[in-house]
């Protein structure tokens, strides 16, 4: 038995250390297969995660590559030659894309609201690269130059300051009313650049013969003064131009002779559309803040900030004034109580004294019949003048009013050449 259990001991004893040796290869294949399988699985996880970066990348790729012939809905396509038409009316939101980061040309733009669209360089070009001695004016919003367009127009080119923070709005200003309006008596604008050119500029019809202020008392007044009959006819066609102007519902609010410009046959053509406004229907006013020439503006308006069209009606009354005094609307150099022209012309009025007013040239004391019209018109002009605006005429009764005196004074022609017509010939 000690054999055996000896034997049984000898047995189990041997078997366990070879469980323990068997258990110790087992462990470092185990180990070394874990590692392998590790490894396998890493290799495998980045080959996937790289696989799926490539097949973005791909994708990405064919989605910003559009197929042949299919336009990208999302990107602008340049207009034609043909859509450089200067009869184009499409409108900018149909015609220059919105995307600030486009590197789409938009001076290749064929209009603006229906306003044709010049290229900068065209411009620059026009006007010999803005030379100085081709300047024409300046304001309070820009320079003005003559300039020649490839097709022989002869055009004004306003270049709007770049200090003046208001320019866009001006320039958007114009070129949305323009369209809006055609009228003999108003300038006519050929076109502007793009939004986002060098700069902003706005060219126009040029008007040859100066302002009226020029050839009232300006650089023009020496070279022979405006007659009588041509002072009345610049007054009848400026109101037609603002009466026009009101009944398209805008209101200019920056009327005044410096901006009423004239041909070379004397007709009118009023400009400078950087202050108007598009007038609402049925609103009797607008309320804004005072804008406008000193010694032109609205006195309701710039105490009350109510815009309306009786505001062009007050101005225009001041218009009247300088023509039949050839005086500005301001001048410091006068006496205290007449540095304003509408304080004295309506002084004048109320004391009996326009003689002291009207302009020595006119002949006002000699002439019965032209102090018969002066006289007509300075009446209108202190209406107009009224301070509160409900007193005042419309601009298409002033207009009707000024159309009577006009056709007086035809009448009064006609029966002048009738009267030398038939007097007797003098016996030599």
Same mark, same amino acid.
């Given at each position: 038995?000690?054999?055996?259990?000896?034997?049984?001991?000898?047995?189990?004893? $041997?078997?366990?250390?070879?469980?323990?040796?068997?258990?110790?290869?087992?462990?470092?294949?185990?180990?070394?297969?874990?590692?392998?399988?590790?490894?396998?699985?890493?290799?495998?996880?980045?080959?996937?995660?790289?696989?799926?970066?490539?097949?973005?990348?791909?994708?990405?790729?064919?989605?910003?590559?559009?197929?042949?012939?299919?336009?990208?809905?999302?990107?602008?396509?340049?207009?034609?030659? @043909?859509?450089?038409?200067?009869?184009?009316?499409?409108?900018?939101?149909?015609?220059?894309?919105?995307?600030?980061?486009? +590197?789409?040309?938009?001076?290749?733009?064929?209009?603006?609201?229906?306003?044709?669209?010049?290229?900068?360089?065209?411009?620059?070009?026009?006007?010999?690269?803005?030379?100085?001695?081709?300047?024409?004016? %300046?304001?309070?919003?820009?320079?003005?130059?003559?300039?020649? #367009?490839?097709?022989?127009? *002869?055009?004004?080119?306003?270049? #709007?300051?770049?200090?003046?923070?208001?320019?866009?709005?001006?320039?958007?200003? %114009?070129?949305?009313?323009?369209?809006?309006?055609?009228?003999?008596?108003?300038?006519?604008?050929?076109? /502007?650049?793009?939004?986002?050119?060098?700069? #902003?500029?706005?060219?126009?019809?040029?008007?040859?013969?100066?302002?009226?202020?020029?050839? $009232?008392?300006?650089?023009?007044? +020496?070279?022979?003064?405006?007659?009588?009959?041509?002072?009345?006819?610049?007054?009848?066609?400026?109101?037609?131009? $603002?009466?026009?102007?009101?009944?398209?519902?805008?209101?200019?609010?920056?009327?005044?002779?410096?901006?009423?410009?004239?041909?070379?046959?004397?007709?009118?053509?009023?400009?400078?559309?950087?202050?108007?406004? =598009?007038?609402? +229907?049925?609103?009797?006013?607008?309320?804004?803040?005072?804008?406008?020439?000193?010694?032109?503006?609205?006195?309701?308006?710039?105490? /009350?900030?109510?815009?309306?069209?009786?505001?062009?009606?007050?101005?225009?009354?001041?218009?009247?004034? %300088?023509?039949?005094? @050839?005086?500005? @609307?301001?001048?410091?150099?006068?006496?205290?109580?007449?540095?304003? $022209?509408?304080?004295?012309?309506?002084?004048?009025?109320?004391?009996?004294?326009?003689?002291?007013?009207?302009?020595?040239? =006119?002949?006002? *004391?000699?002439?019965?019949?032209?102090?018969?019209?002066?006289?007509?018109? @300075?009446?209108?002009?202190?209406?107009?003048?009224?301070? %509160?605006?409900?007193?005042?005429?419309?601009?298409?009764?002033?207009?009707?009013?000024?159309?009577?005196?006009?056709?007086?004074?035809?009448?009064?022609?006609?029966?002048?050449?009738?009267?030398?017509?038939?007097?007797?010939?003098?016996?030599?």
């Amino acid at each position: 038995e000690k054999q055996d259990v000896g034997l049984r001991v000898g047995i189990i004893w $041997l078997p366990l250390s070879l469980s323990v040796v068997s258990a110790n290869v087992f462990s470092e294949k185990l180990n070394f297969l874990f590692a392998l399988s590790s490894s396998l699985g890493l290799g495998i996880a980045g080959a996937v995660v790289a696989g799926i970066l490539i097949g973005i990348g791909i994708l990405c790729f064919k989605r910003r590559q559009p197929a042949a012939g299919v336009k990208n809905k999302y990107l602008p396509t340049p207009p034609s030659s @043909a859509g450089l038409s200067t009869t184009s009316t499409t409108h900018l939101s149909q015609t220059i894309p919105s995307y600030p980061t486009s +590197n789409y040309d938009i001076e290749k733009e064929s209009t603006y609201f229906g306003t044709h669209v010049f290229s900068y360089q065209e411009l620059e070009e026009a006007t010999d690269n803005f030379n100085p001695a081709k300047q024409l004016g %300046e304001g309070g919003f820009g320079t003005v130059y003559y300039g020649m #367009l490839n097709d022989r127009r *002869e055009v004004a080119v306003k270049r #709007l300051y770049k200090t003046n923070f208001k320019r866009v709005d001006q320039y958007m200003n %114009e070129i949305e009313i323009f369209p809006r309006i055609r009228h003999p008596n108003l300038v006519t604008l050929y076109g /502007c650049t793009s939004k986002r050119s060098t700069e #902003l500029l706005l060219v126009y019809e040029y008007i040859p013969n100066g302002t009226v202020a020029d050839h $009232l008392y300006g650089k023009l007044s +020496n070279s022979g003064f405006l007659t009588w009959p041509i002072r009345l006819s610049i007054a009848v066609e400026t109101a037609n131009a $603002l009466a026009h102007l009101h009944a398209s519902d805008i209101i200019h609010r920056d009327v005044k002779t410096a901006n009423i410009l004239l041909d070379n046959s004397f007709k009118v053509k009023v400009a400078d559309f950087g202050l108007s406004r =598009l007038f609402p +229907n049925g609103v009797t006013h607008v309320s804004t803040a005072p804008q406008g020439t000193p010694g032109y503006v609205d006195p309701e308006y710039f105490q /009350c900030y109510q815009l309306s069209e009786k505001s062009d009606v007050y101005s225009y009354g001041v218009v009247l004034f %300088e023509l039949i005094s @050839a005086k500005p @609307a301001v001048d410091t150099s006068r006496h205290r109580d007449d540095i304003n $022209l509408a304080n004295m012309g309506m002084s004048r009025i109320r004391n009996h004294a326009l003689h002291e007013l009207v302009d020595p040239s =006119l002949r006002f *004391e000699n002439d019965y019949a032209t102090k018969k019209m002066v006289t007509a018109i @300075a009446e209108l002009a202190s209406r107009c003048l009224q301070q %509160e605006r409900n007193m005042r005429p419309s601009m298409e009764q002033v207009l009707q009013t000024l159309i009577g005196i006009q056709g007086e004074q035809i009448g009064l022609q006609k029966a002048e050449k009738e009267n030398v017509r038939c007097r007797p010939q003098e016996i030599s």
